[in-house]
C-alpha cells in the first residue's frame, strides 16, 4: 500500500473514533477560554498574545478595524498551511484545519464578553492561565489549532532552527512592538502574561519540562517504530532487554519528543499495542539532532580532517 493510500485509511479510521471527537471537543473548550481572555482581558488592556495571535493583534492595532480579528487569523494561516503541508499527516492537517476553524469561530462568539478585571498585573495573570489552560488542554489530547507551530516545525526541518528560537524571537518582536505602540507598562504586562500563557499550558499538558524522554516496551516494536519515526519525524534507539516475568527477549524504544508531541505518541501508541508499558521522563536539556546542537550551545565547530590526500 503506498503511503498515501495508508494515510487516508489512517485518516478515515480516526474520524470514526471517539479520540477524534474527544480532540474536537478539547479544541473546543479551549479555544473558548482563549477566545474569552482576548475579548475580555487582551483587547481592554491593549496585551498582545505571543504567536500568530499576538501577530494578528498587531497587524489590527496599526491598521484598524478593517477586517475582524478571526478572518485575519484565518488569512495568516493558509500561507502557513500551504508552506508546511508536506511535512505533516494528514490527520494532524486535518486537526489543525478544523482547531484554526474553531478558534476563528469562537474568537466571533466571544466577541465583547467581558472580564471583570480592572488591575492590569491581575489582569495578565487571570488571562494567562485561564487561556494557557485552555491550550494545554487541547494540546494534550494532540489538538492543534495552527499558528506558529507549523513555521517552527518547517523551519526547524529545513534549515535546523530550533523551534523554541523562532518562538522566542517572534514573541520579542510582538513586546518591543508593544511597547512602541502605547507604553512599556502594557509592554511588560503582556511580558507577564506570555509567561504565565506558557507555564500554565505547561503544567496543564505534561509538566514543566520541555522535552520528554520516553520508554516504550511493546511486542510489536516495528510498528511503533514506523509510527515514531515516519509520523512524528523523530529518531529513536533500540536497547536489548529481557522480561523479568515472561522470561522472554524484549526490545525497549527509546525517543525523546516535545510537548506538542506527546498527545499524538499516546494515541498513535494505544492503536497499534494497547497492551505496551510506556514510562514518560522530564528531560532537563536536550542536544543532538533534531534539538540543539553543540555549536547552539556555545561550543565551537569540530573541524574535520580532509581524507583527500595531498598532490605531491
Known sequence: MSPIKEELKDLSQFVRRWAFWRTLLMIQLGCFLFGWVISGILIPQNFFAGGLMGISLLIISLSGDWISLSLLYILLNIPLFLLGYRSFSLRFLLISLLGMGIFSCNLEWTAGMSIPTREPLLAAILGGILSGSGSGLYLRFGGSVGGLDILGAFLKKKFSIPIGNTFILVNLVIIVANGFLYDLDIALYTGIFMYVFSWSLQRVQTGFSQRKAVFIISKKPEEVAEKVLRKMDRGLTYFHAYGGLEH???????????????????QYLYEIDPDAFMAVNDTAEVIGKRFLSWEEEGFNPIRKESTTPKSA
Open 248 to 266: 522472554e527477549p524484549r526490545e525497549v524504544i527509546y525517543t525523546v519528543i516535545n510537548l506538542l508531541e506527546l498527545g499524538r505518541l499516546k
